[in-house]
């Protein structure tokens, strides 16, 4: 019996650190765990078994920081989903264990809940699908959340400082 080989594998898996055990998720694939942490009003990680997961919300963008309604977005957001199995619809990866995505849990949109409550606004630059759009003018015509303050967003310009979406290579 030859166990010199697994050892020597073992060794180096344990050598090249914790990176060696990442993962990237393509687009289309899904990943289902337990929201271990609420990082902001746009990113969460998910813990799919021992494995954790930076999941930023697709499509939208919450306040950050000292912004305003950062902490509202952030503990909306943490209401939602903390502690609970949510499914991660991936739409691009943003590096190793780090993805962007739909969260659903138990059929409710996260993302457009989000935009609906006026704690994240759309990146109209970057989604696929335009089904936020409603909810996001009803939140600025009832002015709640974000909207709620009387200077306008600037939305375009905050977007693409951080996109919500996997950007392609620059050539």
Same mark, same amino acid.
Request: aromatic letters at 12%; charged letters at 25%.
């Given at each position: 019996m030859n166990v010199g080989l697994p050892l020597a594998a073992l060794a180096a898996l344990v050598a090249c650190g914790p990176h060696a055990l990442a993962q990237t998720w393509p687009a289309g694939s899904e990943i289902t765990g337990t929201v271990a942490e609420v990082v902001s009003g746009d990113t969460l990680i998910v813990a799919e078994g021992a494995r954790q997961v930076t999941v930023r919300l697709a499509d939208i963008v919450a306040p950050q920081g000292s912004e305003y309604y950062a902490p509202g977005a952030r503990a909306l957001l943490s209401g939602m989903v903390q502690g609970k199995e949510v499914s991660v619809?991936?739409?691009?990866?943003?590096?190793?264990?780090?993805?962007? &995505?739909?969260?659903?849990?138990?059929? !409710?949109?996260?993302? !457009? *809940?989000?935009?609906? %409550? &006026?704690?994240?606004?759309?990146? =109209?630059?970057?989604?696929?699908?335009?089904?936020?759009? $409603? =909810? *996001?003018?009803?939140?600025? @015509?009832? @002015?709640? &959340?974000? =909207?709620?303050?009387? =200077?306008?967003?600037?939305? @375009?310009?905050?977007?693409?400082? %951080?996109? $919500?979406?996997?950007l392609a290579p620059k050539s």
């Open positions: 619809n991936v739409t691009g990866s943003a590096a190793p264990d780090s993805v962007f &995505g739909r969260v659903v849990m138990n059929k !409710l949109d996260v993302n !457009l *809940e989000m935009v609906k %409550r &006026g704690a994240a606004y759309v990146c =109209w630059d970057y989604p696929v699908d335009t089904y936020f759009a $409603p =909810w *996001e003018i009803q939140a600025q @015509r009832i @002015r709640i &959340g974000v =909207w709620n303050a009387t =200077w306008d967003i600037n939305a @375009r310009t905050r977007c693409r400082q %951080r996109p $919500p979406v996997e």
